[in-house]
């Protein structure tokens, strides 16, 4: 898969289910995440892997989750060093990779998104706080989705000692539970994009009737 935003590194895709209950949407890989090939499994990772455990234990099953990113691969500074991307470049990247995944794999109770970028690349707009989206619910092509503050601030704010991360543990168990509490509700993102998802033997036909009247395309392609 190539880059649109230039900065190739190495894409790191998804990792979980592909029937999930919440698909959850952070910002880019770190540099154990490059290592490994897998999203959230630093130190940030870790702690949302822990909340996650938490809520399995209080809900007494695994949930059947999908962690993206709305920019696959980390771009770096002038001296080679991992920096956070661009709203642009995440733009650029989620066209192409987190709507279509979204499109392949909608999670069935909604979309979690951690953190300020994740959050503008489903909104479409760049976010300046994450004030102004906590307590909001949103609609992404009727997906329910339920911004919440990055595990990296969680971390750097008390950690898995804070009320921050009492407060995610009680944000995934809720959503999961569908007991989440809504204090706004925002109307259904519009967005000028149109993601099909075509089956072998209907590729002919979306073609001739889709494709060709089309200004500009982009192909996500899976072969065996």
Do not use: W
């Not at 989750?65 to 661009?86: F, Q, V």
């Not at 009727?142 to 008390?158: A, Q, T």
């Not at 168990?173 to 989440?180: A, C, D």
Request: aromatic share 8%; glycine share 8%.
């Amino acid at each position: 898969m190539g880059c649109p935003c230039k900065i190739y590194n190495r894409m790191i895709p998804p990792e979980g289910s592909k029937n999930p209950e919440i698909y959850i949407v952070g910002e880019a890989p770190g540099k154990l995440e490059n290592i490994e090939g897998v999203p959230f499994i630093g130190e940030s990772g870790q702690l949302l892997r822990t909340a996650m455990r938490i809520v399995n234990k209080a809900i007494g099953r695994k949930f059947r989750y999908r962690i993206n990113n709305s920019c696959l691969c980390s771009p770096k500074d002038k001296e080679g060093n991992i920096r956070t991307p661009t709203f642009a470049e995440s733009m650029n990247c989620s066209r192409i990779h987190l709507y279509s995944d979204i499109a392949k794999h909608p999670p069935s109770k909604g979309i979690i998104t951690l953190g300020k970028l994740a959050i503008s690349v489903i909104l479409g707009e760049n976010i300046k706080s994450m004030k102004q989206c906590i307590g909001s619910v949103y609609e992404f092509h009727g997906i329910k989705v339920y911004p919440f503050y990055h595990p990296s601030y969680i971390k750097r704010n008390g950690g898995t000692s804070s009320l921050l991360f009492k407060k995610l543990i009680d944000h995934i168990e809720e959503v999961l539970t569908g007991k989440k509490q809504i204090t706004k509700i925002s109307t259904e993102v519009k967005l000028n994009y149109e993601y099909i998802v075509v089956k072998d033997e209907e590729v002919d036909k979306i073609f001739e009737e889709e494709i060709l009247n089309k200004k500009y395309i982009c192909l996500d392609i899976e072969t065996n």
